[in-house]
């Protein structure tokens, strides 16, 4: 199977010399930084960026952290689905509501007693990196297209979850951002549980830029799977972002119905990144397919790669297959990985050495 898979990857002929490779990453990489500094400087990220800490109702505990995490990897499948859970405790057992204004003389966040919405409204002042006066205002709708569920979780209390909420972000009164997510909770015999089961996130910021993104979740008992994108628009410059990424597997459950495993055979990876920098336009594309090998005691050892390739700017730059690991313990992997350029071949251990690995176990 695996000698076939290859036979099949060597039917793509890559187009660029490990030079030529080289030289793209690290020009994209340079771009964009360039364009991420710039988006950077747009007023509505600066308010963000100066939203005060201690804001009644922010998951500074748990949402937030929690994303951070996320990015941070590596995690299993179960640990991303545990932290996503976390969605759920934003503010106690139930999801904070009224207005509040932060006054800087006090210093701290004041509640506005005038309010009598169900939403969550939160206003600062901040000054933009030119030392001028704004004022930012984040309002959170809860059940803006469906009402809020009680979910479980798994000490056995009760929180409020949103199932379709929105929230948007004004600047000196006028419409700076705005985010839409969407929530389905696993049911356990009835009752939902602070575990989801599907996960749409959209939303985008910007006054005279635009940053923008999409993150979709799917799990259930035999596959999760995770797809989205991220763009950055600065003047005439921009950048993005997309991926879709599933593993294959076996979910095992408690008996209150909360992920205690989940048992990953294989799966699949694809990411996609593009820019325009200056009138120049680039893009990449990663993908693979991975099978998973296991030692007796049920631990992953190695991987067995296929249909992977890299794309510059549309042509496949190089393929790569083969058996994931480090067999030989110099703690630099990929000796049995097979690197194809239009100029050669070498192994992804031979390449990541070149790129600054050293080989050795500390």
Sequence with gaps: MILALAACNTQIKPQATQADFDQSVQD???????????????????????????????????????????????LSPSDALKLLGGIVPLADQNLERGKWDYDPAVPGWVQDSNYSGDDLVLTWPFDDDQSNAHTAALTFDWNYGAATVDVR???GTTSE???????????????AGSLHGQ???????????????????SGSAGVNDRVAFTFNLSASDTR????????????????????????NGAMTRDASC???????????????????????????????????????GGNPISAVLAN???????????????????????????????????????????YLIAQGATPGCD
């Design 183 to 201: 929530f389905a909770w696993y049911d356990c015999s009835g009752t939902p549980i602070a575990e989801p089961t599907s996960v749409a996130l």
């Design 153 to 155: 979780e798994s000490d």
């Design 28 to 74: 994209y990489q340079a771009d964009l930084g360039a364009v991420a500094a710039a988006a950077g400087q747009d007023l509505a990220l600066q308010a963000l960026m100066a939203t005060p800490s201690g804001a009644p109702g922010l998951p500074t505990g748990a949402l937030a952290a929690n994303l951070m995490n996320l990015g941070a990897g590596p």
């Design 308 to 350: 992977g390739f890299v794309k510059v700017d549309g042509t496949v730059a190089l393929t790569f297959s083969g058996t994931l690991d480090d067999a030989n313990g110099n703690c630099v992997p990929g000796e049995n990985v097979s690197l194809v350029f239009a100029d050669g071949s070498l192994t992804l251990e031979q």
């Design 258 to 296: 909360f992920s205690q495993d989940f048992d990953a055979s294989g799966g699949h990876v694809n990411f996609a990144t593009s820019e325009s920098v200056g009138g120049e336009s680039q893009s990449f594309e990663f993908n693979t397919d991975f099978t998973l090998n296991f030692d007796a």
């Design 161 to 175: 979850a949103p199932q379709d909420m929105q929230i948007t972000l004004r600047v000196d009164g006028n419409a």
């Design 224 to 247: 999760i799977q995770t797809s989205g994108s991220f763009s950055v628009t600065a003047g005439g410059d921009s950048s993005s972002l997309s991926w879709d990424v599933w593993v």
